[in-house]
């Protein structure tokens, strides 16, 4: 998907995420911005994918999901050697901006990764971005009719 379409339809679905979760305020809730950062590069989304799905991860795990989904192939076909690239960007990058933002905690000396205090807030805007990744653009409204944010 061009990364164009796939802001406009981030947008869409952090538009209608920030509708249902009106009673969210600076206090208590991630702002648009800060969420756009956070999904707006594919790996960092896919990272949060996994966490909706778990709250404990290791690097190395996270580095083997990140390639084999990127190379379509079977986790457990991967070597270490293959992971390399990702691992440093994981370590460089995308963990730490997670973290600065609460989503996850990082231990750089275990390379343990578990949810961190932020990621409920975020969990919605996730779900959505994932469900619309999935799906090509479209998505429910809260009528049950499909649309496509391209349309």
Not at 130 to 139: N, P
Request: with cysteine; aromatic share 6%; proline share 2%.
């Amino acid at each position: 998907m061009a990364t164009s379409q796939y802001q406009i339809l981030l947008e869409t679905a952090l538009f209608t995420c920030l509708i249902k979760a009106s009673s969210m305020n600076e206090n208590d809730g991630p702002w648009l911005d800060t969420v756009h950062e956070l999904l707006s590069e594919s790996r960092r989304r896919q990272v949060l994918y996994y966490f909706l799905q778990t709250e404990h991860a290791t690097v190395n795990e996270l580095a083997h999901r990140l390639v084999s989904r990127e190379r379509n192939v079977p986790i457990d076909s991967i070597d270490s050697g293959e992971t390399t690239e990702i691992t440093i960007a994981l370590h460089h990058k995308h963990l730490p901006k997670l973290e600065r933002h609460d989503v996850i905690e990082y231990d750089e000396h275990s390379d343990d990764v578990v949810r961190g205090s932020g990621f409920e807030g975020m969990a919605e805007f996730v779900r959505r971005a994932r469900e619309l990744e999935a799906t090509g653009g479209r998505f429910e409204d809260s009528s049950g009719s499909s649309t496509s944010v391209a349309e």
